[in-house]
């Protein structure tokens, strides 16, 4: 069996190799992106299908460029291909280019496409454009009287930021229901710290993207807004992306079809995040099913389709993982993912004659039933916000 795993990089695998947890030779293909997250996927394929050949290609830094990684896996003879990517822009509600060119390549070519189904449980909401009374602004409570009707993120240290993008139901390339978004400091609604607003009028894609960063010592809370510019109310959909330390408030957040992307493609196995000391339920950050599909025709896709374990052991190569102490470890969907494919690797190998839909059928049908998913609240820090206003500035 060949397995291909598309990740950031590999920068660190031949020191994994000389630890034994990754075989002689692994058929890099490209690692132009860099990093050590692929070496850790590549460690837990060999850890479960030891005999697999293993290749690797990195994300590419755009979505044609990782169709093209996909293509090159499958030209290498990769019968089961894993990746543990997702890019801000892939559609929400339908199909995008990453999902059509999967869906195009498991119909002609004999593939078994497994992917990771996200960490947005916590940093996700979804309904339908409901505004506060006399404005066109969105009220994330849904209508329900609040004292916080936004999202919230605290930026508690310099560098700590958030990227917030916005999807609606409407149609790719044909969108002329004009929405913005904007992220205020909290407390200061005089101006925006950053906006975004791309015009919809007939011709464009339902998507906004906007991102802040605080550039002080002092702790900055923020709050996400979206604003109806023209047109009608549409189902939204927001996606807020931490780093350097930011944590997401859990007012408004809601867990529920927080898979989207490829991941949420027919014939893709979508995998979730189950501790492995903890089986019995989904991490608190894995994303929820199911999928909303609008376009071409409205869909409702039962996702994700499978858990995987995550936590485990990893050499630690490159020094990527979570130090426990005593060993370093792979949390995350993207953990999992991998897990599942070498399995269905591992399967394969028994039966080399079954095409990959009788591999893909026969893992789903006999996976155990490991209970319902963890609290929709667990992925944020509730809390009340601030009575005044900080003076941080980001």
Request: charged fraction near 15%; include cysteine.
């Amino acid at each position: 069996m060949k397995v291909g795993v598309i990740s950031d990089g590999v920068d660190s695998w031949a020191a994994a190799r000389d630890t034994s947890d990754l075989p002689a030779n692994v058929h890099v293909l490209s690692n132009e992106q860099g990093g050590d997250e692929g070496t850790a996927m590549l460690e837990i394929v060999h850890d479960i299908a030891p005999e697999a050949e293993l290749y690797f290609h990195d994300m590419s830094d755009n979505q044609l460029g990782f169709n093209d990684a996909i293509t090159e896996l499958a030209d290498a003879g990769c019968q089961v291909i894993v990746d543990d990517i997702s890019y801000f822009a892939e559609p929400a509600f339908e199909d995008g280019l990453i999902a059509t060119h999967i869906r195009d390549l498991i119909a002609c070519r004999n593939i078994l496409y497994v992917s990771s189904a996200g960490n947005h449980a916590g940093r996700h909401y979804q309904g339908h454009f409901t505004p506060e009374q006399g404005t066109n602004v969105q009220n994330f409570t849904n209508g329900s009287p609040s004292s916080y009707p936004r999202l919230y993120v605290r930026l508690p240290q310099k560098d700590a930021g958030v990227y917030a993008c916005l999807h609606w139901d409407d149609l790719c390339g044909a969108s002329g229901d004009d929405y913005d978004l904007a992220i205020y400091e909290y407390g200061h609604y005089g101006s925006p710290v950053a906006i975004s607003e791309m015009r919809q009028s007939g011709s464009g894609d339902p998507y906004e993207q906007v991102g802040v960063c605080n550039d002080d010592v002092v702790s900055v809370d923020v709050e996400i807004n979206v604003t109806r510019y023209a047109g009608l109310g549409r189902t939204l959909e927001v996606y807020l992306y931490p780093f350097g330390g930011a944590q997401i408030l859990s007012y408004n957040i809601v867990a529920a079809d927080s898979i989207f992307g490829h991941p949420a493609a027919n014939g893709v196995v979508a995998v979730a995040a189950a501790r492995v000391t903890a089986p019995g339920a989904l991490e608190s950050f894995s994303s929820w099913g199911p999928s909303t599909v609008r376009w071409p025709s409205p869909e409702l896709r039962q996702k994700p389709d499978i858990a995987g374990p995550d936590g485990n052991r990893i050499s630690g190569a490159g020094d990527w993982g979570y130090w426990d102490g005593s060993h370093y470890r792979f949390y995350g969907t993207s953990a999992s993912a991998p897990h599942v494919a070498a399995l269905a690797a591992l399967a394969w190998s028994g039966n080399p004659t079954a095409t990959a839909n009788q591999v893909r059928t026969a893992l789903l049908e006999t996976a155990d039933d490991r209970g319902l998913p963890a609290s929709t609240t667990a992925g944020g820090t509730a809390g009340p916000m601030p009575s005044g206003s900080p003076s941080g500035s980001v």
